[in-house]
Structures are given as structure tokens and as C-alpha cells.
């Protein structure tokens, strides 16, 4: 899906002059650069979700994807930005695949209700998954424990029976880790992607909690930043969480120059929904 001028325009944003060896080094190197310079939103999924939703849900197709960061500096969840990133591998010459897995958040439906990214190096697996944007892959090898070892990115994978739940901390949890049951039994393409980014669209709290209102995160080396119903939280290199109340005016503007997005998509986010009612 990615052809030669985008990919270089892609690279290029990436802060990546020349193409990475395909090799465990320049996996890393990608991935560590995805990680840094792609935010985890849901700023096209909540647009389209105020629309008249004719058209499939905005963001899972990956050239879709890498032109609305390219102009608006945008990302996506899970479905579209690992999709994405899946695609960038390939076309660099990687193999690398899309798997399923399932967060076990309560409240939440499981069964696939994440998309991640296996990438084959040497014979070894390695999970490269832009939503928890680790900085380095993880290997994943049967009935081994293993962890990234990046500090507050820091992600591990447990192993459980021939699988393994991924251990990793959300924004202002960092005590209780999050698990992320990763499905081995195989590979899915493209198509079982935009399904389960379609399902997770619909207008059902089980199925997604990033329907209602707005959440913006992205990781830097030294920090971790969040935006969500109008708290900004940060996670320092030291793993202290500071949270303040920020107004609309206020976001718009840390939006703008904290996480690079355009003025344009700015104006463009819907106004967070009431659940309380």
C-alpha cells in the first residue's frame, strides 16, 4: 500500500535520513521513531463518529492514515495506527504481520479487541505495537519472561502457556500494570483490521472507550503526555504523574505545541460527550 514517494515522505518526518538496515538494529530504529513522533488519538475516529457515517470509519486505511499525519500531525488507535506501522515495516522489506490480542479492561469486550504487529527477525518474534510505543521491540519466545527495560516505556511480556500477556502502564496508573493477552494462533490481514476498527466504533462502551470524548497521548524519550476530558497528565523520565484541569482554549493551544497538531484538525474536535447522563 505504501509507494516510494510516500514512504520517503514518511521516513523523512520520521527523523530517519536514510532507510533502516532490515535487521534488529533498524527495527529498533524505526520503531523508536514511530514511537516518538506518532501520537495514539482518536481525533479522526471522533469526527467521524459526529458525522453522518456513510463512509467507512476515517483513519484505518494506511495511506489514509500516513497522509492525515503528514498534514495534520494526527495518529489513530490501535487498529489504524498498528496497521499502519504494518504496512511501513513491509514496505521497508521486514516481515512483519498483524496479529489480534485483547485487553483485558473491565467493562470492556474482549475477543480481538486489539491489533498489534509481529515482526520476524532471525526466527525470533518481536512485538513492535505503536499504541504502547515502547521505543524498543519486545522478543517474544515461548515460556521466556522478557521486558523492553525502558524506563517509564518500559513494557513486558509474561508467558502464558504457549502465548504471553504484555504488561504495560497507562498514563496516570503506575502501579497496576494493564495486560494485553496477545493472540498467537496466527496472523490476520488487512480486512479483519478495518472490521474489528469498525466494530469498535460503534456506539457501545463495551466495545471502545475512546468514543466519547477526546484522548490524545504521546510518549517522548523523557516524558509521556496525555490529553483527556480536559485533564492534562504528564509522566516525568523520574515516573512521577502531575495532572492539572486545563481549559478548551488551553488544550487547543498544548495540542498545538506540545504535540505538533495542526491548527486546522484542532478546531475540527468535537466537543466531548456527556456520560454521565
Known sequence: MISACLLQRVLSKLGLDDRPEVDLAGLNQLYAAYSARVPNDNIHKRIWLVGDRTTPVAGGNPVEFFE???????????????GALCELLMALGFDARRIL???????????GNHGAVLVRIGGTDYLADAQLASFAVLPLLIGQAFS????????????????FDVQW????????????????????????????????AMRDRRRSPFNDALFVGRHFPDQILNVGRNTLTK??????????????AERSQILIDEFELSAEIVRAIPPDEDTTR
Not at 497507562?170 to 472490521?195: C, E, K, W, Y
Open 68 to 82: 492525515n499525519w503528514l498534514v495534520y500531525g494526527t495518529g489513530g488507535t490501535c487498529f489504524p495506527a498498528n
Open 101 to 111: 490480542g485483547s485487553v483485558m479492561m473491565e467493562g470492556i469486550e474482549q475477543g
Open 148 to 163: 523492553t527495560g525502558r524506563g517509564i516505556h518500559d513494557i513486558s511480556a509474561v508467558p502464558v502457556g504457549e502465548g
Open 235 to 248: 509522566v516525568s523520565k523520574d515516573n512521577i504523574v502531575t495532572q492539572r484541569q486545563i481549559s478548551i
Open 169 to 200: 502502564y497507562p498514563g496516570s496508573n503506575r502501579q497496576t500494570p494493564m495486560i494485553t493477552r496477545l493472540d498467537m494462533s496466527g496472523p490476520v490481514d488487512h480486512t479483519t483490521f478495518l472490521a474489528q476498527y469498525a466494530l469498535s
